[in-house]
């Protein structure tokens, strides 16, 4: 340990409560869901309010997973969410590359126009895009939601994978080109692997956004059972009367599969970042 | 290497071509309404908001009772009625009819069916079906008339409400009375009676014409005249502000909770009621199965609107059924809409919470089931709202001039004079 | 010199020019280039770029939705009706508040947090998913639930009077202008302090604790090792956390639709709700478009500027 890490008690335990103060603020709205997600209307909103619900109830859950066809709403989450990440991250960072590490007429240009992708409200993009999906007949299928999603994490993407590539040193290229490779090799066998990081980050981010989107999904699927579970949660807020427990349930089994997810990769997020070929 | 360079080239084309593929397979799917014809199987699509926030009640209904008896009596006809969120079907109309993918059928909220006959996205039904006229006699007048656009009846109406006093026993006894307040006078007493007791005399959510326009038309206002060419001079009468001063009056008395000027987080009428927070709401025969689900103790109260120098008049509310002019199933479409006016359809609704607009299927729900009574009997002088294609743009205009005036800054004739205003521009464009 | 082990994600993003130092001219065939775009690029013209374009075209039409309808050409009407209408100057005001209040605690206490956790811990893993948390819920989700916090009888109200004894507990949240976007904020900051916290915490593990120790050698006290020492070097993140929040910022939508609805009267309508009411309400397209195409306008020139502004040190530093 370094002379800088030799901290006063004092000041350790001060972080370690602030650092509890903090994370108990982040919390806590969470408790309260799922504690909301066991009660029945009820006892909803009630003061003091209660943190531990009583009576406890599983109706929520039960009537879920139960009325709606949960379980298939999942699985098109999971497929489409899957699908879309995977083909965001790996197109993006080809993108990427090119704006790293070739210098090519409209360069400047075309990654000013990828800039511009991330500050355009979606909502005004809905009714030119709907036009198109239905001239492309993606209407109400999942693929039609995976192509415009995919489309959509581009910008963020590209932007995140762009500035990560352009730092690991152009030096480790000249050795493997010298030794013969290709660019698609360079991508694929040098870039990609020491870029674990950034890749786990633009997963996280395309696999939450797409997860949760729920505008274009509304728009663009008819049949119920091409449904995904954001377009199911909101079937539960009723017209006239919004019944928090239940809406809460599905919530929090919506909400599992992300942290999972997070979780998985959340390693890769910071540790890393440093370390290996990039660090020199 | 080559090889690797080939990969590159690879993984382009491949991406290409799962998009490709992705939009022969998607296609392929929305295909259902390329086989016109009469003797060819049909497939109806209906949008539709039966589902109502996770109460399954009148989708069973539509999608095992119903439906399955249509299908039956109409051999190569199939109906495929999809549940949409409240919120978002308007939305969904609108980026469907912007790309010419719209149902076979709709449910529309009756506020809307001008402003889409407007844009010429729906059937006139009176052109197209030749019993039209037949059917509508038989409906509703105050419901029917939410279907005109321009000298055209683009649908039939499918279910109607109305608002009513809904008040409970515990309020009654806190406030002292033995029965509901009938009139504006017996509210303001009931409130003084209220007054230190920690109850609310009355709650609402909004300030649109859905929640205002009850006590306007009660206080014996109007908002526009007869023929929806101006508002000022009605909406802004001494009779229509008159009314609204009695709600600002109270308001500023604290006896009507801030959720009537658009506060979000305050209790809901449906909450607020049965926790004994609030004396007295106005609410719709839906009620009845959400207070059975989510307060099985509570017993609610029906009474009609408290009369004002007006009457007691409410407002109406409820859905219209409409074709979309892009069907290629017509005749199809049509039959359902007939299946809808049945006594069949409409008695059955009835049994879980859709009020008939048929009138003679009133007449026998009410007698069925003594719960509607309270409610057909507010609905023979309740009034719709302006049918108008900008009908959403008065609710805005109403409740943005009207919060001011509740609030204090201004005064409710300077609010309604300004609204009025605002409507008669609306009313002369359209 | 502090180059090599800056924390990359963050650095580079925010200034190609780092690209250019280490970019070598490739013999690679001129295709190559295009080729590693090609996919991405298809589908973002294709599906961004050319929508985008429409909705910018929208914005000079009376824009009729119907399929096949023809819209009248009405020049910049659309634009000159935005500038007189009162509520479309109380939304850009809103949003430019939002941004004003959520931006600042959401860099500052994000900064704070990942300084505490700089330090590799057992308990460092626990934090930082803990303060992660909120970032991955759904907008959705968090706006229904403070909504919920915020209510009338909620556990604010409680925790402020019964807990803090701060006031009497009545405060309608959501009822007033302020108070409604204070709750708004509040939201905004508790679900992005863990993005800006993991991107700092990204960027102070690469901060050379040689630099650091060498400070402490000089006898710089806590304070001035910040200053002098991990500013500079976390500049870039800070720069890409800055654009990052302040385009987030003026994009609020979905948690003030679902908190207030724009209500009461209006008062806490931002620029996209306003949008979104006029455009899927109203029906009025062309007018909504036209918002749109100002907001970005305004959001784009921010960016650059920003941009420019965090460009302009890093190159100060070469």
Same mark, same amino acid.
């Given at each position: 340990m370094s002379a800088l890490h030799r901290t006063r008690p004092a000041s350790g335990v001060l972080r370690h409560v602030l650092l509890i103060l903090g994370a108990l603020i982040m919390l806590t709205p969470f408790v309260y869901m799922v504690s909301t997600s066991f009660k029945s209307q009820a006892y909803v909103l009630t003061i003091p309010p209660q943190l531990v619900p009583d009576p406890a109830t599983f109706d929520n859950y039960v009537q879920v997973l139960t009325t709606q066809n949960f379980a298939a709403y999942f699985m098109n989450s999971v497929v489409v969410s899957l699908t879309s990440t995977v083909v965001s991250v790996l197109i993006s960072s080809m993108m990427a590359y090119a704006f790293a590490r070739f210098r090519f007429p409209g360069r400047e240009l075309l990654f000013r126009l990828v800039l511009v992708g991330l500050m355009v409200p979606a909502m005004m993009l809905i009714i030119p895009q709907f036009i198109l999906a239905k001239q492309l007949g993606l209407i109400d299928s999942l693929q039609g939601l995976i192509v415009f999603y995919v489309a959509a994490s581009i910008s963020l993407n590209t932007f995140l994978l762009r500035g990560f590539f352009a730092s690991i040193p152009g030096e480790l290229d000249d050795a493997m080109q010298v030794d013969g490779a290709n660019a698609w090799t360079r991508y694929w066998r040098l870039v990609m692997p020491l870029s674990t990081p950034a890749l786990a980050t633009t997963t996280i981010f395309t696999f939450l956004a797409t997860w949760d989107e729920f505008a274009w999904a509304l728009t663009i699927i008819n049949d119920p059972s091409k449904r995904t579970l954001p377009l199911a949660i909101q079937l539960f807020q009723g017209q006239n009367a919004t019944q928090w427990g239940l809406v809460f349930a599905a919530s929090v089994v919506a909400v599992l599969p992300v942290i999972v997810v997070f979780l998985i990769f959340q390693k890769y997020f910071v540790q890393g970042l440093t370390s290996g070929a990039v660090k020199g | 290497m080559k090889r690797s360079m080939t990969a590159l080239a690879v993984t382009s084309v491949l991406t290409a071509t799962t998009l490709a593929l992705a939009g022969c397979s998607g296609s392929t799917g929305t295909g259902s309404g390329a086989t016109a014809g009469t003797a060819a199987p049909v497939t109806l699509t209906m949008w539709g908001t039966y589902g109502n926030g996770g109460n399954t009640a009148q989708t069973d209904v539509l999608n095992k009772t119903l439906i399955p008896s249509f299908e039956a009596s109409h051999p190569g006809i199939t109906v495929k009625y999809v549940d949409i969120p409240y919120d978002s079907l308007k939305q969904k109309l609108t980026t469907g009819a912007a790309g010419g993918e !719209?149902?076979? !059928?709709v449910r529309s909220d009756i506020g809307w069916v001008a402003q889409f006959a407007s844009l010429g996205v729906l059937a006139p039904l009176d052109e197209k079906m030749s019993d039209f006229s037949t059917l509508s006699a038989a409906t509703y007048p105050g419901s029917l008339a &939410?279907?005109?656009?321009n000298g055209h009846y683009y649908g039939l109406p499918l279910d109607t409400n109305t608002r009513v006093l809904v008040t409970s026993q515990a309020a009654l006894d806190a406030a002292g009375m033995s029965k509901p307040p009938a009139t504006f006078d017996d509210l303001k007493a009931m409130a003084a009676a209220l007054k230190g007791k920690k109850i609310a005399v009355f709650a609402d959510s909004g300030l649109q014409g859905w929640n205002i326009l009850p006590w306007i038309w009660s206080g /014996? /206002?109007?908002? &526009?005249d007869a023929k929806l060419t101006k508002a000022t001079g009605y909406l802004d009468g001494s009779k229509s502000v008159a009314a609204v001063q009695m709600l600002v009056d109270l308001y500023k008395q604290g006896e009507i909770p801030n959720l009537l000027t658009g506060n979000t987080g305050a209790t809901s009428t449906s909450d607020g009621l049965p926790k004994g927070e609030y004396a007295t709401i106005l609410d719709g025969p839906w009620m009845r199965d959400i207070w059975k689900g989510q307060f099985p103790a509570f017993a609610p109260i029906y009474a009609p609107v408290p009369a004002g120098a007006g009457g007691s008049i409410s407002v109406v509310g409820g859905e219209d059924v409409v074709i979309p002019s892009t069907t290629t199933h017509l005749d199809a479409a049509t039959a359902f809409v007939r299946y809808t006016q049945s006594d069949e359809f409409q008695l059955a609704m009835a049994k879980v919470g859709q009020m008939p607009v048929v009138a003679s299927a009133g007449t026998k729900a009410a007698a069925a089931d003594p719960f509607y009574a309270p409610f057909a009997t507010q609905l023979a002088t309740a009034k719709p709202r302006l049918v108008i294609p900008q009908s959403s743009q008065v609710d805005t205009i109403l409740s943005t001039e009207l919060t001011p005036a509740f609030e204090g800054t201004t005064t409710v004739q300077a609010a309604l004079t300004s609204a009025a205003k605002q409507i008669d521009a609306l009313l002369t464009s359209k | 010199m502090i180059d090599s082990t800056q924390p990359q994600v963050v650095r580079a993003a925010v200034s190609p020019v780092a690209a250019r130092t280490t970019r070598r001219r490739r =013999?690679?065939? =001129?295709?190559t280039p295009y080729l590693f775009l090609a996919p991405a690029l298809v589908l973002f013209v294709g599906l961004i770029v050319y929508p985008m374009v429409r909705a910018f075209q929208m914005s000079f039409y009376d824009w009729k939705v119907l399929a096949g309808a023809t819209s009248t050409f009405i020049g910049f009407d659309n634009y000159t009706r935005a500038m007189g209408d009162p509520v479309f100057w109380r939304g850009l005001a809103n949003s430019g508040v939002y941004m004003a209040l959520s931006v600042p605690p959401q860099i500052v206490l994000g900064l704070l947090i990942a300084m505490l956790l700089k330090a590799k811990s057992p308990s460092q893993p626990v934090y930082r998913v803990l303060f992660y948390l909120p970032v991955v819920t759904s907008w959705v989700v968090v706006s229904l639930l403070f909504k919920y916090l915020f209510a009338d009888k909620g556990v604010i109200n409680w925790a402020l009077a019964d807990v803090l004894h701060l006031g009497d507990g009545s405060t309608s949240w959501l009822s007033g202008r302020w108070t409604a976007l204070i709750a708004i904020c509040a939201l905004g900051v508790w679900k992005g302090i863990g993005w800006s916290m993991m991107i700092f915490l990204a960027a102070l593990q690469g901060v050379p604790e040689s630099l650091e120790e060498a400070a402490v050698m000089d006898g710089a006290n806590r304070w001035q090792r910040f200053r002098v020492v991990t500013l500079p070097a976390i500049r870039p993140a800070l720069g890409f956390v800055v654009v990052m929040l302040v385009i987030g910022g003026f994009n609020v939508f979905t948690s003030v639709l679902l908190m207030t609805g724009g209500g009461p009267g209006g008062q806490t309508e931002v620029l996209l709700t306003y949008m979104y009411r006029q455009a899927?309400?109203?029906?009025d397209f062309g007018y909504g478009s036209a918002i749109a195409v100002i907001l970005t306008v305004i959001v784009f020139l921010l960016s650059l500027a920003q941009m420019r502004l965090f460009r302009g040190g890093d190159e100060e530093e070469r």
């Open positions: - | !719209l149902p076979d !059928l &939410t279907n005109a656009w /014996g /206002g109007e908002i &526009t | =013999r690679a065939g =001129r295709a899927f309400t109203n029906l």
